[in-house]
């Protein structure tokens, strides 16, 4: 493997992250996946939006844009577009892809694009003051819930998997080598792929909730999370299941669209058999 610091705008360092976070697991975790794949920085781009997570891009020496806060997926399906030959990663919050742009994920989802989007998932709005998020759930403490959050939780992969994305995974912080596994067969995956990273928040999440230390956080992941099609999932249905939900091929949605273009041309130059629609 090449060096870390290779991928790495090192003059933006150290980061931001309060100590114990987890964001800086998934950053190692995705620039090892980048490598293990083979891409050149060059054929790379990463587009974020607002939040915790959205720093990556600016940690990560590759074509990066720093964009609105959950849209994204927006500015990501119009490179993509315009360049598809180009590989695209977007990190993303479980606010910013779930709640102000929910539905931008459900439709990017649907067209099965080929973007990789990792959501890293604290359940809560680090950035902002800690906020409940759309994957907090009942009985949770934020600052807009000091009584405890009654609103019940998305499911990131539940949602991805019923809008259509054909590769959905799940892991944890904990879990590092399989994040960097996941990863790794999300961007080789030619659709649109979601990767869900539970992802700990000791700061807002954790001192409201009951966790004080970081390695409590990260044993609630290792102790509360089992692998899909375990036995021990089959038998404590209580646990959240990680591992890959979905991994199927379907058209993606710039190789259908260049063959719209393909036809159009031919029609306008008379060598589809037919008149030119009007």
């Known amino acids: 493997m090449k060096s870390i610091d290779s991928y790495l705008r090192t003059r ?38 607002i939040g915790c997570s959205a720093r ?25 577009m315009s360049r598809p030959d180009l590989t695209i990663l977007v ?11 929910g539905n ?3 439709h990017a989802a649907r067209r099965n694009i080929d973007i990789t989007v990792i959501v890293l ?7 902002t003051g800690g906020q409940f998020s759309p994957t907090s759930g009942c009985g949770i403490q934020a600052t807009t819930a000091p009584y405890s959050s009654i609103d019940q939780p998305f499911d990131a992969v539940q949602l991805a998997s019923a809008a259509g994305a054909t590769f959905v995974a799940r892991t944890t ?20 792929s979601v990767v ?13 909730n009951g966790h004080q230390e970081t390695v409590e956080m990260l044993r609630h992941f290792k102790e509360g999370t089992a692998k899909v099609g375990s036995r021990q999932l089959a038998e404590q249905v209580d646990l959240i299941p990680r591992g890959v939900f979905v991994d ?19 029609a306008r130059a008379g060598g589809a058999g037919g008149e030119e629609p009007q």
Request: hydrophobic fraction near 40%; aromatic fraction near 8%.
């Open 56 to 80: 990556i891009a600016g940690y990560l020496d590759f074509h990066t844009l720093h964009t609105l806060h959950g849209r994204a997926l927006a500015f990501a399906t119009g490179v993509k």
């Open 12 to 49: 933006f360092m150290p980061h931001i992250w309060c100590p114990g976070c987890g964001h800086g697991t998934v950053l190692n975790g995705l620039i090892r996946s980048v490598d293990a794949v083979g891409l050149n920085k060059n054929e790379l781009v990463m587009v974020s939006g």
């Open 121 to 127: 998932n604290n359940r809560i709005y680090g950035m």
């Open 173 to 192: 912080t904990y879990h590092v080598n399989e994040l960097e596994q996941l990863l790794t067969r999300a961007i080789r995956h030619h659709g649109f």
């Open 91 to 101: 990190p993303m919050g479980d606010g910013d892809a779930l709640a102000i742009g």
């Open 196 to 208: 869900e990273v539970l992802s700990q928040c000791p700061t807002h999440f954790g001192r409201r």
């Open 104 to 106: 931008h994920f459900i």
């Open 248 to 266: 199927e091929e379907r058209p993606e949605y710039c190789d259908q669209y260049a063959e719209v273009i393909q036809r159009a041309q031919a």
